[in-house]
């Protein structure tokens, strides 16, 4: 079944201590991306990958890094969370970023940065 | 970054009615989405739009690209209970930012039956 996996799907933490939220997608997209929603603002692009070893900033990169050392992986790292990092994070994928907006999501990441 | 407006940011309604929401920015976007989140999950993609003027439809929905490429609306028409969800637009800039995606702030439908 083609899906984008995120782990973990909940996740409650204190500031200061890194953590990672996976993303995985089985489909050999090139393109992957991550989210965050928060209440009245949508949804702000935080980081984004055409492919393999390419990332670029989004809307909201500040306090977060992305690696893309393989094509179906695209981690999302917090170094030092904070409060304000509290909120849903999506992780999602498409073939590739030029025109292909068939972007599958996982199922969301609910952080809570105590 | 980029913002979009989205309005209206709530509708209640009752089944069978026809809907109607847009999307506005203060700059041109070379392509047009809308997306629709059930409770729960991460959203999914209802309709693409490519081309100013472009309308395009997908059963009972409608989306039409602005001309002025700064705006787009999305209508629903004889809604029914499923519709319920939050409806969101994105646009895309293109050029050397076609890899970045800006989404409005979305609107909560509710239906009625």
């Known amino acids: 079944e083609a899906q984008v996996t995120q782990n973990p799907r909940y996740l409650i933490t204190v500031t200061g201590k890194k953590l990672t939220v996976t993303c995985s997608q089985n489909?050999?997209?090139?393109?992957m991306s991550w989210y965050r929603q928060d209440p009245g603002l949508g949804l702000r692009q935080i980081y984004y990958?055409?492919?393999?070893?390419?990332?670029d900033k989004g809307d909201v990169p500040e306090g977060y890094k992305v690696s893309r050392k393989e094509k179906r992986n695209f981690p999302l790292i917090l170094e030092s969370p904070s409060p304000n990092q509290t909120s849903l994070y999506f992780c999602a994928s498409s073939l590739n970023g030029q025109g292909a907006y068939e972007q599958y999501f996982g199922p969301g990441t609910r952080l809570t940065v105590t | 970054g980029q913002q979009l407006n989205q309005s209206p940011q709530s509708m209640f309604i009752q089944e069978g009615e026809d809907v109607s929401m847009n999307c506005t920015s203060s700059?041109?976007?070379?392509?047009w989405l809308w997306y629709k989140q059930d409770p729960g999950e991460g959203p999914v993609l209802l309709i693409a739009l490519y081309k100013a003027g472009e309308l395009t439809s997908n059963g009972r929905l409608t989306a039409q690209f602005g001309i002025t490429r700064k705006d787009s609306f999305l209508n629903i028409s004889a809604s029914i209970p499923s519709d319920v969800g939050i409806y969101f637009c994105?646009?895309?800039?293109?050029?050397?930012?076609?890899?970045?995606?800006?989404f409005g702030q979305g609107t909560i439908l509710t239906v009625h039956p």
């Open positions: 700059s041109i976007f070379n392509t």
């Open positions: 994105a646009g895309q800039l293109g050029g050397t930012s076609y890899g970045k995606l800006t």
């Open positions: 489909m050999n997209h090139e393109y």
């Open positions: 990958s055409m492919n393999v070893e390419v990332t």
